[in-house]
């Protein structure tokens, strides 16, 4: 992934983007090859003779990719870079010799709107502009470009030493161009932007490299304009090769709040942090009978999912999705969410709120009253009927303690007697209804034999001590039924309860929980070993998408997901804790 903190583009080892969205993360796609094929759209760089090795990796502290190719006449890297800055999105490509000669061979394919309109496109003294309806790109370089079959095509040669470069700007088709730019030194400031952002990192343990890509990667989900973190760039990469599980993840979750908050702050990035809290704020605004799981970069709240038929999706995996229709479901969970949330950020010294704390958490406390006995959708925006899951409890659990600690702080004024009373309430049913004696666990639902990982966050978030002898029996029951080739799944697979078919692959932030867990009982080397196993299944350039196949080797899901890297983050951050006695 490069990006700029407005999109994103996904290239892959080859040298092509086959995804980007212009302007925003959640505008449509003019490269769209990752959900179709090359004619949806792509802008490959590759040799034009055979390649014998292929080298990746990102500038140290930076988002610029390097891509290094090598062939019998020689070797050439490709430097793919999004300009950080600038007011609308603008892509530069340098190929740059490195030794002996190597044919190069260029491919643009524009397609806006998802792979589905085909542009004009009219030469112009520097390259060739592209426009349709609102979206307009310019693309500037020296190679003489030529049109053929509806696409743009260039071969040229480079020596070692040499460079060549290349410019895509986008901008709105009613206004002038952009005027250009000077590749190198908009590389150059680039760098140092991404590295003045870098050494802001306290993070000094033994998995620094890690942890620093994978804040880097956060603060590229990051969209500047207002704070809010997408979920991932990407819309319908597939759970399983094949299957319908085909998400749409250029959103925003509430659900994310809380952990995301902690990763910023533990890694001494307070800007980030605050805007976050203040996004936040701004989209949960309105009754809290009305609270979205999930809201668009501006805090939109209706994510209306459609089906893009023209696209054959990802490996064949249809149908190709925009918008999100859980975005309609009721997850109790998320109350809690919003409440640690805004706890943490007072804990950590961020200070008020550009709005008000105490309007939300008044609202919130009124209608939990009545609707923690719900039941919901659950976390993980099952489509079968609703259900009491443990999960959502537990974390009505976690608002009211959340609320009542905040009015013992002196935060804000609630009577504290009465939801202390509510608090004790949820704890007694979850204890009394959501575990199962038999199995030595808590379970998925009330009256369910299934599991769930996400009953791991009951020491995480307090509910109970992780040494419980009920959180210990738990931990064991998810390690025997969910762990398999030594990953977690999310969830015993019903299609009674997900309303979906089955099938998808490892989940990587449940693993990231067990980790979590196992520092929490004591065992630092079961924790060490679950985190370095995850380390490895990073890309080639530490990049982990929101599921992985053990089996094939290969990431599932949409890539890079901003979950699983933070994660990755707090987990690096909990064994360092506890590997400097606390410190």
């Not at 095509?153 to 088709?173: C, H, I, L, N, R």
């Not at 140092?192 to 942890?211: F, M």
């Not at 979205?292 to 994510?303: F, T």
């Amino acid at each position: 992934m490069i990006g700029d903190c407005l999109t994103a583009a996904l290239v892959s080892k080859q040298g092509s983007i086959d995804w980007l969205c212009l302007p925003y993360f959640d505008s449509p796609a003019c490269f769209a090859a990752l959900l179709g094929t090359s004619e949806n759209g792509h802008w490959s760089i590759a040799p034009a003779e055979p390649i014998r090795a292929v080298r990746r990796c990102y500038r140290d502290g930076t988002l610029i990719l390097e891509t290094q190719f090598e062939t019998e006449g020689g070797s050439a890297t490709l430097i793919d870079c999004m300009i950080s800055g600038s007011e609308t999105p603008e892509l530069v490509r340098v190929v740059k010799g490195i030794r002996g000669q190597v044919r190069m061979k260029v491919e643009l394919v524009i397609r806006f709107d998802y792979g589905s309109v085909v542009p004009w496109v009219r030469q112009t003294g520097h390259g060739i502009s592209a426009i349709a309806g609102p979206d307009m790109l310019s693309f500037r370089t020296d190679v003489p470009l030529q049109g053929k079959n509806m696409r743009t095509e260039a071969e040229f040669t480079v020596s070692e030493g040499q460079k060549v470069s290349f410019d895509m700007a986008w901008y709105p088709s009613h206004q002038n161009e952009p005027a250009p730019v000077t590749v190198e030194a908009v590389i150059q400031d680039t760098e140092k932007w991404w590295r003045k952002w870098s050494d802001r990192c306290v993070y000094q343990g033994k998995w620094r490299d890690a942890v620093l890509r994978s804040l880097i990667t956060l603060k590229a989900l990051i969209f500047q304009p207002t704070g809010g973190i997408v979920a991932a760039p990407t819309t319908s990469l597939p759970e399983l090769l094949g299957g319908v599980r085909n998400g749409e993840y250029r959103f925003c979750w509430v659900r994310d709040a809380t952990l995301t908050l902690q990763a910023l702050l533990n890694a001494g990035y307070l800007d980030e942090a605050r805007e976050w809290r203040e996004w936040l704020l701004r989209a949960v605004a309105g009754s809290p009978s009305e609270l979205n799981i999930a809201y668009g970069l501006h805090g939109e709240r209706r994510l209306t999912e459609l089906e893009l038929p023209w696209l054959p999706g990802y490996e064949k995996s249809a149908p190709v999705r925009t918008g999100n229709a859980a975005y309609l479901q009721f997850q109790l969970d998320i109350f809690g969410e919003v409440a640690n949330t805004l706890f943490q950020a007072r804990e950590a010294g961020l200070g008020a709120a550009e709005y008000s704390r105490h309007e939300v958490a008044e609202a919130m406390l009124e209608f939990l009253e009545t609707a923690w006995t719900q039941p919901d959708e659950g976390i993980w925006e099952v489509r079968g009927p609703r259900r009491h899951f443990v999960h959502s409890k537990m974390m009505a659990w976690v608002a009211v303690d959340r609320l009542i600690r905040s009015a013992e702080k002196g935060w804000f004024t609630i009577e504290i007697a009465r939801l202390t009373k509510l608090r004790r309430a949820i704890h007694e049913q979850v204890c009394r209804q959501g575990f199962d004696a038999e199995m030595n666990s808590f379970v998925q639902s009330y009256g369910s034999k299934h599991l769930d990982a996400s009953l791991l966050m009951i020491p995480v978030v307090g509910f109970l001590q992780a040494d419980d002898a009920r959180v210990v029996g738990t931990v064991k029951a998810i390690e025997s039924h969910l762990m398999k080739d030594g990953l977690l799944k999310r969830y015993t697979q019903d299609p009674e309860v997900d309303g979906l078919p089955h099938g998808e692959g490892a989940f990587l932030p449940c693993s990231f929980w067990l980790a979590d867990n196992y520092e929490l009982q004591g065992r630092h080397q079961d924790a060490v070993r679950m985190f370095e196993q995850l380390l490895e299944i990073r890309n080639d350039v530490g990049l982990l998408s929101e599921e992985y196949d053990p089996v094939a080797k290969r990431h599932l899901g949409n890539f890079p997901q901003a979950f699983t890297h933070v994660g990755l983050v707090n987990t690096a951050f909990n064994l360092t804790k506890s590997s400097r006695g606390g410190v």
